[in-house]
């Protein structure tokens, strides 16, 4: 059974960054879709990033791209998220998830198991 781990959420200023990592245990990662989704407060679960088994594909919600970059080190059973100039708005729980199927998506549904989350928050 797979379990993810999320590790890398804090505090941080408006402007600064951050890098979350999400660690497979039970279940390698290579070869299936990764993604990275999150919950701001009093809001719906979004999509944020997501990359492809074979790494060959990612794309990202449009208020994150050119700040953040999803990408994986599959040797670690470890998929990261890069998240640089930070905005208040970017203030959520984030969570990863993998889905079996070397194609990406940008669907919740779509994805067979998640992590329990790491908390970003982003000040003003």
């Known amino acids: 059974q797979i379990k993810l781990v999320e590790s890398g959420g804090n505090l941080v200023q408006a402007g600064g960054s951050l890098r979350l990592s999400c660690t497979s245990s039970?279940?390698?990662?290579?070869?299936?879709?990764m993604g990275w989704f999150r919950q701001g407060p009093g809001k719906d679960r979004e999509f944020v990033a997501t990359?492809?088994?074979?790494?060959?594909?990612?794309s990202y919600t449009v208020s994150v791209k050119d700040r953040f970059t999803i990408s994986r080190d599959n040797d670690a059973n470890t998929l990261y998220l890069q998240m640089n100039r930070l905005k208040p708005e970017d203030t959520a729980v984030y969570y990863c998830?993998?889905?079996?199927?070397?194609?990406?998506?940008?669907?919740?549904?779509?994805?067979?198991?998640w992590g329990q989350g790491t908390q970003v928050t982003v000040s003003s």
């Open positions: 990359i492809s088994g074979n790494s060959a594909a990612t």
């Open positions: 998830a993998l889905r079996t199927s070397i194609f990406s998506s940008q669907r919740e549904r779509e994805y067979n198991s």
């Open positions: 039970g279940r390698p990662i290579d070869g299936n879709a």
